[in-house]
C-alpha cells in the first residue's frame, strides 16, 4: 500500500467480502502527551518503551497494524508498530532496534520521560479471515505479533514463521512460547537454518489460500510477495525502509516562495532533492503514510513530496 487511504480501501472491501466488518477505528491526528512508564530489553540491540497518557484515562483504541508516529525530544519523529494488547486502553508498547541516529535516541529514553505522540494510525489493516500465514523478519514481529494474538483469539488455522539473525537477536520469543507447542509456530533463526533461500521457503505449509501478513526485511518481502502469488494467496506487507524508486522519469518543480527551481532526477524523490536546499524541511516515514513532508502546492492541495513524482509548484 503507498497510501493510508489505499490500505483502507483494501481493508474495507476484504472485510465486506468476509462477512466480518467492523465498525472502523478512526486514526488519532491530535497530539497525545505520554509518559515512558518503562524500558524494558527485549533482545540485543532491542528494547521496548512502555507508554501511559501523561493525563491518565484511557488512550484512543487501535487494532493489528496500526502504528504510532512518536516525538522524540530531540524534535525528530518516527514511525513504531504497536505491539501490545489493543485491549489494554492504558498503556501502549513499541519495540525499537537500535539502528541510527533516531534508535539510538529512542535506547537513550528513561522512565519519567515525556513524549508526544500522534496516532494511532493504521496503514497495514489486519482483515478478518478463516486462516492466515505470519512471516516476521527480526524486528518485524512487532506488528505481528498482535495479529497472531487475534489470529490465535478468534479460533483462526494459522502458521507463523518467525526469521531472525540468531536467537539472541529475537524480541518477543517468551510471549511467543506460550503458542510454539501448537505446531502453528516456525522459529527460524539464520544460526540454525541458513539465510532463507527463497519467499516459497518460508511459505511451506501455509494454510491454502490464506492471506500472508509480513513484515521484514526488503529482499524477504520481495521473495515472499513473488512466490505467494504463484499459490494464490494475498499478501499484505510493511517494509523496515523506504522503496527504491524504480522506473521513474526526471521532473522539475518550481517553488514560488524562493523562486527556486529545482530539477529531480528518475532515481530520486521531490523531498531528497529539496532538502538539500531547504535542509530543516519536515520528513519521517518516506513511504507517504505519515503525511509529516506534505507541502501545499500552488493550486491549495496538499502534495507529500516523499512520493510524488510529477512536475509541480509548491508553496515553499
Not at 489493516?125 to 487475534?150: C, D, K
Request: aromatic share 6%; with cysteine.
Amino acid at each position: 500500500m503507498s497510501t493510508v487511504a489505499g490500505a483502507v480501501a483494501v481493508y474495507r472491501r476484504l472485510a465486506v467480502a468476509s462477512g466480518k466488518r467492523r465498525p472502523p477505528v478512526r486514526a488519532v491526528d491530535r497530539n497525545l502527551p505520554m509518559v515512558v512508564e518503562a524500558v524494558t530489553p527485549e533482545a540485543d540491540g532491542v528494547v521496548s518503551l512502555r507508554l501511559a497518557p501523561a493525563a491518565g484515562g484511557l488512550l484512543p483504541r487501535w487494532r493489528p497494524g496500526a502504528h504510532l508516529d512518536l516525538g522524540l525530544p530531540s524534535g525528530l519523529v518516527r514511525q513504531y508498530s504497536l505491539c501490545g494488547h489493543p485491549d489494554d486502553r492504558t498503556h501502549y508498547r513499541v519495540a525499537v532496534r537500535r539502528i541510527g541516529e533516531a534508535t539510538a535516541e529512542v535506547h537513550s529514553l528513561r522512565e519519567g520521560t515525556k513524549l508526544t505522540v500522534r496516532g494511532p494510525r493504521n496503514a497495514f489493516p489486519f482483515v478478518a479471515s478463516e486462516r492466515y500465514q505470519f512471516v516476521a523478519g527480526g524486528i518485524g514481529i512487532t506488528p505481528i505479533l498482535p495479529m497472531v494474538r487475534a489470529a490465535a483469539a478468534a479460533g483462526a488455522d494459522w502458521r507463523l514463521v518467525y526469521t531472525g539473525r540468531d536467537l539472541a537477536s529475537m524480541p518477543f520469543l517468551g510471549e511467543l512460547g506460550e503458542l510454539t507447542g501448537s505446531g502453528r509456530v516456525w522459529i527460524r533463526p539464520d544460526t540454525e537454518y541458513g539465510i532463507p533461500a527463497s519467499g516459497a521457503e518460508l511459505l511451506d505449509g501455509a494454510p491454502p489460500g490464506a492471506p500472508v501478513y509480513a513484515c521484514g526485511p526488503i529482499p524477504m518481502l520481495t521473495g515472499i510477495r513473488l512466490d505467494a502469488a504463484l499459490d494464490g494467496h494475498p499478501v499484505f506487507f510493511e517494509r523496515f525502509s523506504t522503496p527504491p524508486i524504480v522506473g521513474g522519469k526526471p521532473y522539475r518543480v518550481a517553488l514560488r516562495r524562493s523562486g527556486i527551481t529545482v530539477d529531480v532526477p528518475a532515481d530520486r524523490s521531490t523531498l531528497d532533492v529539496l532538502r538539500e536546499t531547504l535542509p530543516g524541511l519536515a520528513y519521517s516515514c518516506r513511504q507517504g503514510f505519515c503525511g509529516t513532508c506534505e507541502v501545499p502546492s500552488v493550486t491549495g492541495e496538499g502534495v507529500r513530496i516523499c512520493v510524488d513524482r510529477c512536475e509541480i509548484a509548491l508553496d515553499l
